[in-house]
């Protein structure tokens, strides 16, 4: 079964806040764009959070990053890395493999950013556009990285400005708690408070 967590993250730089507050207000694209380039330049200590968890500096870049592998002494956070399951193909955000002795694979993160609150109700509105293929996105990437990574931790972070609704909550998060093997699966839908 998957772990799964709704916490807030209250962000304290004012203009780190205005910037995903304008952000939040415009499309998924924008938001993505923002959130991804807030943490690449630190200035959205998410990375750093992870640092401290992991006792392992995090490296970064702006963009699509297929450079060198994590290694024992430096994760590196990949973004728009593809994981496949067959012929299916996913695609968090950012992929984080932290290295333990023996060159092996011990933790990994996923991040995903999104507007999406409704990943249940389909509809044209704000909260459920897309919803269908958000929620496919998020019970499907939990499976791979419960295959892909067997017996090792991953956290997957959704990363969204507002709190998942009621109906999300009981008909998406709950039942993949029931997922079947996917006990090694934390998935934190992590709300970035922007402010009023």
Not at 31 to 55: F, H, K
Not at 130 to 146: E, H, N, R
Not at 147 to 174: R, S
Request: aromatic residues 8%; glycine residues 8%.
């Amino acid at each position: 079964m998957a772990t799964v967590n709704v916490i807030e993250f209250a962000v304290s730089d004012a203009v780190v806040r205005a910037e995903l507050k304008r952000a939040a207000n415009g499309s998924g694209i924008d938001y993505e764009r923002t959130v991804s380039g807030e943490i690449t330049r630190r200035r959205l200590p998410l990375l750093d959070m992870i640092e401290n968890a992991m006792g392992t500096p995090i490296e970064t870049t702006a963009g699509k990053s297929r450079g060198p592998q994590s290694a024992q002494y430096l994760a590196r956070c990949q973004w728009q890395r593809g994981h496949r399951r067959g012929p299916d193909e996913r695609r968090p955000e950012a992929t984080i493999e932290f290295i333990i002795p023996g060159g092996k694979i011990g933790h990994v993160y996923f991040l995903e950013i999104s507007l999406q609150t409704d990943l249940v109700r389909l509809g044209l509105s704000r909260d459920c556009r897309m919803s269908q293929s958000k929620a496919s996105q998020l019970a499907g990437t939990a499976v791979l990285a419960a295959e892909k990574y067997p017996a090792i931790p991953v956290d997957y972070w959704y990363l969204c400005p507002w709190w998942p609704t009621p109906d999300t909550l009981t008909g998406l998060l709950a039942p993949m708690q029931a997922m079947r093997g996917s006990d090694n699966v934390t998935l934190t839908w992590t709300v970035l408070d922007h402010g009023p």
